[in-house]
């Protein structure tokens, strides 16, 4: 399917991670010149060469600091007079090692959490909304996470700060609907690449705790990162014009109730 990307400018956060590059990959597979904004600029330069590769057209890998006001404010500046203008924005960024009960939680994680997970998309966000706003032209996807609708247990950082991802995103679309933009939250359960492809006797044997979520599962599996990117392709393009202020959980079922 053709969502119209050719003519569009996409950057994408935490570019170079799993969920973060192959967002990349469709995007840039779509047609849409890709920004691979991340910390991590080697691993940056290596998705923006693999996508010039494979797809032509313009990648940048692009090394920025989400919780630098500074550097944000300075990076977008940049980007917006090398590109036409950024149409699309994932906020995609995010930590998710942290591991502990509230009682025993780590004061400087929680910190960093909601440094990175939440104030970074409101600082690059802020930078991006007023062109969009101004191009009467824009798309906004917040990447969230089963964790920030039902709560994830040790995970108090990381499921607080993709559920405020929420309230965010709605936020953004109530502003943004009569300028042309739409902004809309992806809520994923679990992703683990080809361990997905493993039958669930098989998935035992590698990681106990993938098995038990799979088995919970209705569709009797777990996700890959392209079960994510398919979905940020289409919420990029123009064919979801008149879908905004949803969260849309790529789950296979997990968060439904069943017998």
């Known amino acids: 399917m053709d969502f119209g990307l050719d003519d569009k400018t996409a950057l994408v956060t935490g570019g170079a991670g799993r969920i973060g590059s192959e967002d990349c990959r469709v995007l840039a597979e779509e047609g849409a010149e890709v920004i691979v904004l991340d910390v991590a600029h080697e691993k940056a330069e ?14 940048h890998a692009v090394e920025c600091d989400l919780t630098d006001r500074d550097d944000v404010a300075d990076t977008v500046a ?7 203008g950024i149409d699309v924005l994932v906020n995609n960024a995010g930590m998710v090692d942290a591991r502990d009960r509230v009682e025993n939680f780590d004061d400087d994680i929680w910190d960093r959490d ?13 930078e991006v909304y007023p062109h969009m706003k101004e191009r009467e032209w824009g798309r906004i996807i917040n990447m969230s996470s089963m964790a920030g609708w039902q709560g994830g247990f040790g995970q108090l950082s990381y499921s607080s700060t993709k559920a405020a991802l929420i309230g965010f995103g709605k936020t953004l679309a109530l502003e ?12 994923p359960s679990i992703v683990v690449g080809q361990l997905a492809d493993l039958p669930i006797e098989q998935l035992e044997d590698v990681d106990e705790h993938f098995a038990r979520i799979a088995k919970a599962t209705p569709m009797r599996k777990l996700g890959k990162e392209e079960d994510v990117a398919n ?5 990029s393009s123009e064919q979801s014009n008149y879908i905004t202020g949803q969260v849309i959980g790529v789950t296979g079922g997990i968060d439904l109730f069943s017998f």
């Not at 909601?114 to 802020?126: F, P």
């Open 78 to 84: 940049a980007l917006e007079e090398e590109t036409d």
């Open 114 to 126: 909601i440094s990175v997970n939440l104030t970074g998309a409101y600082n690059i966000t802020r």
């Open 46 to 59: 290596n998705v923006a060469t693999e996508l010039e590769d494979e797809y032509g057209g313009t990648a």
């Open 176 to 187: 943004g609907a009569q300028h042309g933009i739409t902004s809309n939250v992806i809520a």
């Open 231 to 235: 979905l940020v392709g289409y919420l």
